[in-house]
């Protein structure tokens, strides 16, 4: 009888011998991971780990726990490595290490779904890219942690899945410390640092020219900042929405990954929508071009079509709408140059920002598709959401599509800011020109009102039978008419000349009234009137307000109306100063007799001020005071007429 030692020996080599030679007729035959004592980063185990495809997408935990599995060398081997189907993984782990808690390196997967056998029943432990941010099991959505007390030995099954992009051989699974993948987690932010400062400052940059643009729109009201306004939000919600799949920057989309490629074509076309109607709007097509208006109009009519026929592809295959969403953007791209066509024959310095930072966009995408042909075969396999993780600035592509949207973006700013200068001038000139016309029509009114005033003295004189008076009136009404004629075709005269002007016109009136009210014009020492200058005629119609409202009413005392220029303030005050019965009772006067006569050019000198500080020429502040007694009794009415002195222009 052999030795118990050597039977032993013998019993191990003979079951060792059986496992050797049953083994590969047994594809489940599972090897066990063995985390070692002096395990301290990490173990690939890859070559540990056995695979069952699932082609019809349906199969749960429990029906697949005895299906036949194969190692990684015979499925990559087959022609089944895509996005069509499930892929379940089962490996054993063996704790001898002085770690409880481990974690496990599931790869770049969309969902990932880890189960422990001896709880299959409970809900698996989650992770992958399009996993929810508050459904991952860790904060790095690649990663699951998993517990095997030391000396334990525990088996997993995992479901791995992507939805659109096919696998790229790149399957790869380890054990690892939480220290050492923090450090490499470390080593990637720091490769990766340039590109993250430079999206903060795209996102930034992009956020600032959007608040500048509200604000903008609110002063303006110009429609173009609005769709401005929508084009940078759309932009800011897609790269959005790329930066957060892959990354721990968590704000928005990473609430909502299960939707994340529900949201692929939406974004960018609504994007496209509020870009059409900027141009439309900021060039001004409907009066510039109305062919080329109407051919924006609707190709955005026709991308927002599209939006709701891909809502419904999308219901029956999310394959189907991301490969028509592709080929449509070709469709667009024909569209796009003959728009640019349309857009240069507008030749307007407008045209030349929307050209040139077209150009810089176009630069930008053409070189992020350029690197998307050269590091994968199609868009399925190299996207957007693998792309973060990569770590240099210049081999992420999106990075050059983001420099042509700053420069876009900031070449449209300055575009919207010429274009507001542009509108500001011509909205002065177009006010300028209707004050300038209005002031025309507004003296063309005045002095047909002073000589029918004038005439009608005359006449009530003739009628008088007081023929040497109304003689002399006509001879001096003629002189004033001629200056008053003269004067009429000059946008301005001086302030002496003024004072010339109402002098004749008073001597008239006091002809006229045969000395009943006197006046008198009183001007400070040390004012030059040549040096200021007003518009002409604009003291008659308060004289004459004042004498035939005023005066021509007051029925004792002695009746009088002075004209005073003096200084206060930095202001040169000129006042129309009567002793007469007031506005209130030469109204109530007025009001019971309607052949009175109304207070004509009054109207006529607000209006004309008013036309005059449009223009910006004279900015002439009129006040009128009723003045009354000690008893309170109303004597009378002073017109103040304030111009800016000269030196303070």
Same mark, same amino acid.
């Given at each position: 009888m052999l030795p118990g030692d050597l039977r032993k020996r013998l019993s191990l080599l003979i079951l060792l011998f059986l496992a050797g030679v049953f083994q590969p007729l047994y594809a489940t035959a599972l090897p066990i991971v063995v985390v070692e004592k002096r395990f301290e980063d990490s173990i690939n185990i890859q070559d540990k780990v056995l695979f069952f495809i699932d082609s019809s997408r349906t199969r749960d935990i429990n029906s697949i726990i005895n299906e036949k599995f194969e190692s990684l060398a015979e499925l990559q081997g087959s022609d089944s490595l895509h996005h069509e189907y499930y892929y379940w993984a089962t490996f054993s782990i063996c704790n001898d290490s002085k770690f409880d808690r481990l974690l496990l390196y599931c790869g770049e997967f969309d969902h990932i779904r880890l189960f422990q056998q001896g709880a299959l029943g409970e809900d698996p432990i989650k992770a992958g890219l399009l996993?929810?941010?508050?459904?991952?099991?860790? /904060?790095?959505?690649?990663?699951?942690?998993?517990?095997?007390? /030391?000396?334990q030995t525990r088996r997993y099954y995992m479901q791995v899945s992507n939805e659109l992009r096919d696998f790229r051989n790149e399957i790869s699974f380890s054990i690892q410390t939480k220290a050492f993948e923090q450090n490499k987690r470390n080593k990637w932010i720091a490769a990766r640092s340039g590109y993250d400062t430079f999206f903060g400052f795209f996102f930034g940059a992009t956020i600032l020219f959007l608040a500048f643009s509200a604000f903008q729109f609110f002063y303006y009201q110009d429609r173009a900042y609005l769709f401005y306004i929508g084009y940078l939000f759309t932009l800011v919600l897609y790269y959005l929405r790329i930066f957060e799949s892959g990354t721990q920057f968590n704000v928005l989309f990473s609430y909502w990954m299960e939707w994340y490629y529900y949201f692929e074509a939406p974004i960018p076309l609504l994007c496209i929508i509020a870009y059409i109607y900027f141009l439309i709007h900021f060039l001004g097509l409907p009066e510039k071009?109305?062919?080329?208006?109407?051919?924006?109009?609707?190709?955005?009519?026709?991308?927002? +079509?599209? *939006?709701?026929?891909?809502?419904?592809?999308?219901?029956?295959?999310?394959? +189907?709408?991301?490969?028509?969403?592709?080929?449509?953007?070709?469709?667009?791209?024909?569209?796009?140059?003959?728009?640019? *066509?349309?857009?240069?024959?507008?030749?307007?310095?407008?045209?030349?920002?929307?050209?040139?930072?077209?150009?810089?966009?176009?630069?930008?995408?053409?070189?992020?598709?350029?690197?998307?042909?050269?590091?994968?075969?199609?868009?399925?396999?190299?996207?957007? *959401?693998?792309?973060?993780?990569?770590?240099?600035?210049?081999?992420?592509?999106?990075?050059?599509? /983001?420099?042509g949207i700053i420069l876009e973006v900031f070449l449209f700013s300055v575009g919207l800011s010429y274009r507001n200068k542009i509108l500001i001038t011509e909205k002065e000139e177009n006010e300028r020109k209707w004050a300038e016309s209005e002031l025309k029509a507004l003296k063309a009114q005045l002095n047909p009102h002073f000589i029918f005033n004038s005439l009608n003295s005359v006449i009530d004189l003739i009628q008088k039978e007081e023929n040497e008076d109304a003689e002399d009136y006509i001879v001096q009404f003629s002189f004033l008419l001629r200056k008053v004629l003269e004067n009429s075709e000059r946008a301005e005269i001086s302030l002496d000349e003024e004072m010339e002007t109402c002098r004749q016109y008073l001597s008239l009136e006091k002809l006229r009234f045969k000395g009943s009210f006197h006046y008198s014009i009183i001007v400070s020492d040390g004012l030059n009137l040549e040096d200021i200058f007003i518009p002409p005629f604009l003291f008659q119609p308060y004289l004459e307000n004042a004498i035939w409202h005023g005066l021509l009413h007051k029925e004792a005392g002695r009746k009088e109306v002075q004209l005073k220029v003096h200084q206060r303030d930095g202001f040169i005050v000129c006042e129309v100063d009567d002793n007469g019965i007031g506005r209130l009772a030469a109204g109530k006067i007025n009001a019971n007799n309607p052949r009175k006569k109304r207070s004509f050019g009054m109207n006529i000198i607000r209006d004309r001020l008013k036309a005059l500080g449009t223009l910006g020429t004279h900015h002439l502040t009129i006040n009128i005071i009723d003045k009354r007694n000690e008893e309170g009794a109303p004597s009378g009415t002073m017109v103040e007429v304030l111009i800016p002195h000269p030196k303070n222009n």
């Open positions: 996993t929810n941010y508050l459904e991952r099991a860790y /904060q790095n959505e690649r990663y699951i942690p998993i517990v095997i007390p /030391q000396g071009n109305p062919s080329l208006h109407n051919l924006f109009r609707y190709s955005a009519w026709g991308v927002l +079509a599209y *939006i709701f026929i891909d809502v419904l592809i999308k219901l029956f295959s999310l394959e +189907a709408s991301f490969e028509a969403y592709f080929y449509s953007r070709l469709f667009g791209v024909f569209v796009g140059i003959y728009a640019v *066509i349309g857009v240069l024959k507008l030749r307007d310095w407008l045209t030349f920002f929307i050209i040139i930072g077209s150009l810089f966009l176009l630069l930008g995408g053409g070189t992020s598709i350029l690197i998307y042909a050269v590091k994968g075969s199609s868009p399925k396999v190299f996207n957007d *959401i693998v792309l973060n993780s990569e770590t240099g600035f210049w081999k992420i592509p999106i990075s050059y599509m /983001q420099i």
